[in-house]
T-cell receptor, first 113, second 113 residues
Framework: DADVTQTPRNRITKTGKRIMLECSQTKGHDRMYWYRQDPGLGLRLIYYSFDVKDINKGEISDGYSVSRQAQAKFSLSLESAIPNQTALYFC????????????FGSGTRLTVV | GQNIDQPTEMTATEGAIVQINCTYQTSGFNGLFWYQQHAGEAPTFLSYNVLDGLEEKGRFSSFLSRSKGYSYLLLKELQMKDSASYLCAVRDWGEGSQGNLIFGKGTKLSVKP
């Protein structure tokens, strides 16, 4: 099994619908992140969490919310999806150690029509 | 502020050597990472530099100069499978960054026969 698992892998939804993207990890890392990636814009941070009770907004949090249900689970919700939220979404984890980078999930390709 | 710059696109020939540059400005630098990302897939870790100098790993090498805010990724004996985007990321412990990685927008490398 993958260290960081994202579901679903692909999703097409309609404008105005609520959708949840899920992320779970088996690495035992405290830190978890949600990014979106758009062509030419790179990875942009949506939300991050350092533990179950610590949730922080990233640079583009508007229109998104998150829930850290457990150390291993971090979900991203789009309350009312809009077409410009069409993107590739990545979950990532880190132990916060100084010589550790991030481990990424396989991504969720979301299309809002 | 925080800023990471890298070229948007590069093209090279199979069997050749290519150097991808990255310059950065952060207030609390604590390490630089390079990731490889094939189209539609998750970024995967390539290298980490925290001290000045060259780190070599097989066909890939990464160099860091902290005084110049500069790094490069060197790929030797290019293969077609090296066609991918290469992301430069800096760990920043400056105010508000909390040790998170700051990503550049990536360099798309195309390897031609």
């Amino acid at each position: 099994d993958a260290d960081v698992t994202q579901t679903p892998r692909n999703r097409i939804t309609k404008t105005g619908k609520r959708i949840m993207l899920e992320c779970s990890q088996t690495k035992g890392h405290d830190r978890m992140y949600w990014y979106r990636q758009d062509p030419g814009l790179g990875l942009r941070l949506i939300y991050y969490s350092f533990d179950v009770k610590d949730i922080n907004k990233g640079e583009i949090s508007d229109g998104y919310s998150v829930s850290r249900q457990a150390q291993a689970k971090f979900s991203l919700s789009l309350e009312s999806a809009i077409p410009n939220q069409t993107a590739l979404y990545f979950c990532a984890t880190s132990d916060g150690g100084r010589n550790y980078g991030y481990t990424f999930g396989s991504g969720t390709r979301l299309t809002v029509v | 502020g925080q800023n990471i710059d890298q070229p948007t696109e590069m093209t090279a020939t199979e069997g050749a050597i290519v150097q991808i540059n990255c310059t950065y400005q952060t207030s609390g630098f604590n390490g630089l990472f390079w990731y490889q990302q094939h189209a539609g897939e998750a970024p995967t870790f390539l290298s980490y530099n925290v001290l000045d100098g060259l780190e070599e790993k097989g066909r890939f090498s990464s160099f860091l100069s902290r005084s110049k805010g500069y790094s490069y990724l060197l790929l030797k004996e290019l293969q077609m499978k090296d066609s991918a985007s290469y992301l430069c990321a800096v760990r920043d412990w400056g105010e508000g960054s909390q040790g998170n990685l700051i990503f550049g927008k990536g360099t798309k490398l195309s390897v031609k026969p």
